[in-house]
């Protein structure tokens, strides 16, 4: 079966420290991967994407992701968090191939200043 | 650019009136659509998706249907609501044809209460 995992419900961090929101998914064949962020009362945001080439991608806001087949992970990164990073981000994976995206459970990054 | 709207923002209906939600997708053509619900701010459940016009795709058995008028169209709709219907209504866009990277693009949301 499918699956996405996002081990951690929440994770704190200080402002200006860097960031690092876990994921590890499960899919058939060469997966697609995606980081949302939501805000309170609002709809997901699309942050980052891979799809094939370089392991590292880059997106919105800073963030940036680090693609580990090996490991089958898909870590979400920011070197240098701020208070307005507070949200909820979700993990989202798709087999090549296929059709239905699968979201991870979502962790909330609380962002201290 | 492509825009996504949904309405009405928040919703309180008693238990078993009927409810319609609202979905309009602008800026493309021939989207799949999605309905997600979002049950104490966590976790998306896919409940309905639509590849086109009369084409839906039920997701999770319930009392909660789902209808595509128009192209660019997609309606949330219960006979008779239940408590559990509660929550926060997602719509979602992608680009056909499946099979490319579909990126899902998210509406504001509904928030509906059941009392």
């Known amino acids: 079966a499918q699956s996405v995992a996002q081990p951690e419900d929440q994770v704190n961090v200080a402002e200006g420290n860097p960031l690092t929101v876990k994921c590890t998914y499960s899919?058939?064949?060469?997966?697609?991967l995606f980081w949302y962020v939501q805000y309170p009362n609002r709809g997901l945001q699309f942050l980052l994407k891979y799809i094939t080439g370089d392991n590292l991608v880059k997106g919105s806001y800073g963030f940036e992701a680090e693609f580990n087949k090996s490991q089958t992970s898909f870590h979400l990164k920011k070197p240098s968090a701020l208070v307005s990073d507070s949200a909820l981000y979700f993990c989202?994976?798709?087999?090549?191939?296929?059709?239905?995206?699968?979201f991870g459970a979502g962790t909330r990054l609380f962002v201290k200043a | 650019s492509q825009t996504i709207h949904q309405w009405p923002a928040t919703l309180v209906q008693p238990v078993g009136s009927p409810l319609s939600l609202e979905c309009t997708v602008e800026?493309?053509?021939?989207?799949?659509l999605y309905w997600y619900r979002q049950a104490a701010g966590r976790g998306l459940q896919l409940l309905f998706y639509s590849v086109g016009i009369g084409q839906i795709s039920s997701e999770v058995p319930q009392n909660l249907s789902a209808s595509r008028p128009q192209d660019r169209q997609f309606i949330l709709s219960s006979k008779k609501l239940l408590l559990s219907d509660s929550g926060f209504y997602l719509c979602?866009?992608?680009?056909?044809?499946?099979?490319?990277?579909?990126?899902?693009?998210f509406g504001p949301g509904t928030r509906l209460t059941v009392l």
């Open positions: 899919v058939s064949g060469n997966p697609y």
């Open positions: 979602a866009w992608s680009q056909i044809p499946s099979g490319t990277t579909d990126t899902q693009y």
């Open positions: 989202a994976a798709r087999g090549a191939g296929g059709f239905k995206t699968i």
């Open positions: 800026g493309t053509s021939n989207p799949n």
